[in-house]
């Protein structure tokens, strides 16, 4: 069975911080590159951060900057720092997890990041 839960997600005042988790279970999760994605009501998913199986990381132009992506093999978790948080990065987000050489992937069910007027 193959889990992928999204935790940490809240309302945070504008300019302030929050980490998103992704638990990952059933698979093997070292092998796996890990994404995060936001979708925002009324615009299509977006991909903000990717960290490859070797640790290697890119960003979109939104975040980059303000966001990081890392991840914790032993735990089967992959984080997002997000800091100076603005009202447009108001979104669900979702972790996904891709196996690049065979193109397997699996969707986290989101988390809901509100940042406040």
């Known amino acids: 069975q193959v889990q992928l839960v999204e935790s940490g997600g809240g309302l945070v005042q504008p300019g302030g911080s929050l980490r998103l988790s992704c638990a990952a279970s059933?698979?093997?999760?070292?092998?796996?590159?890990m994404n995060w994605y936001r979708q925002a009501p009324g615009k299509e998913r977006e991909l903000l951060a990717a960290?490859?199986?070797?640790?290697?990381?890119n960003y979109a132009d939104s975040v980059k900057g303000r966001f990081t992506i890392s991840r914790d093999n032993a735990k089967n978790t992959v984080y997002l720092q997000m800091n100076s948080l603005k009202p447009e990065d108001t979104a669900v987000y979702y972790c996904?997890?891709?196996?690049?050489?065979?193109?397997?992937?699996?969707w986290g069910q989101g988390t809901q990041v509100a940042v406040s007027s």
């Open positions: 059933g698979f093997t999760f070292s092998l796996y590159a």
């Open positions: 960290i490859t199986a070797g640790g290697s990381t």
């Open positions: 996904k997890a891709v196996r690049i050489v065979t193109s397997r992937y699996y």
